[in-house]
């Protein structure tokens, strides 16, 4: 961490404290994050042929995600309350790696960003999956949870090195993982 970084969540004695953002301009901001589902393949099968008994896995999955994300503040002790204005959860199967990777992207217009609430709706949506299938398959694993970007506010753009394409941002305004 640098002498510009400080920890924002703790005051002057060392205790927690929900950061003052009343002096922030309010901007659009967004974040995307990522997880992976990994499962037998058995269990991909019966995901992607709808036969799983409790339902929709995927739809269950989805809507819990976006559920979770609005009531990020309620789980996560110094989050902000944040008018969400968009939320989007997409599913991406790959049946060679037997896993279902999870994306999700949250918009607001505020003073703060949206990360936690992407990683949120991530987690959840992820925690789902595995309630909705471990009936037929408790070992499943959740992995690789992670902001994948995040834009607007005062720290500007960040895109996860492994992530970035030529029609990102110039390298100059990214933030490096760890820097």
């Known amino acids: 961490m640098n002498s510009s970084e400080q920890l924002t969540h703790f005051n002057e004695h060392g205790q927690a404290k929900m950061v003052d953002?009343?002096?922030?301009?309010?901007?659009?901001?967004?974040?995307?994050?990522?997880?992976?589902?990994?499962m037998?393949?058995?269990?991909?099968?019966?995901?992607?042929?709808?036969?799983?008994?409790?339902?929709?896995?995927?739809?269950?999955?989805?809507?819990?995600?976006?559920m979770a994300a609005k009531r990020t503040s309620s789980l996560i002790p110094l989050c902000h309350p944040i008018p969400i204005s968009a939320i989007d959860l997409d599913f991406s199967i790959d049946q060679v790696q037997s896993s279902i990777s999870i994306e999700a992207t949250v918009k607001t217009i505020g003073q703060t960003g949206v990360e936690m609430e992407a990683?949120?709706?991530?987690?959840?949506?992820?925690?789902?999956?595995?309630?909705?299938?471990?009936?037929?398959?408790?070992?499943?694993?959740?992995?690789?949870?992670i902001l994948v970007k995040k834009s607007g506010g005062r720290s500007g753009t960040f895109i996860r090195e492994e992530h970035k394409t030529t029609a990102d941002e110039p390298p100059d305004t990214l933030m490096k993982e760890g820097a």
């Open 21 to 38: 953002v009343s002096s922030k301009e309010a901007t659009v901001r967004e974040a995307v994050a990522r997880g992976i589902v990994f």
């Open 40 to 66: 037998q393949p058995q269990t991909l099968r019966a995901i992607m042929q709808d036969e799983i008994k409790k339902g929709n896995a995927l739809q269950v999955a989805k809507i819990a995600g976006i």
């Open 119 to 145: 990683l949120v709706a991530v987690s959840v949506s992820a925690l789902t999956l595995y309630d909705m299938c471990k009936a037929i398959d408790r070992a499943m694993r959740i992995s690789d949870i």
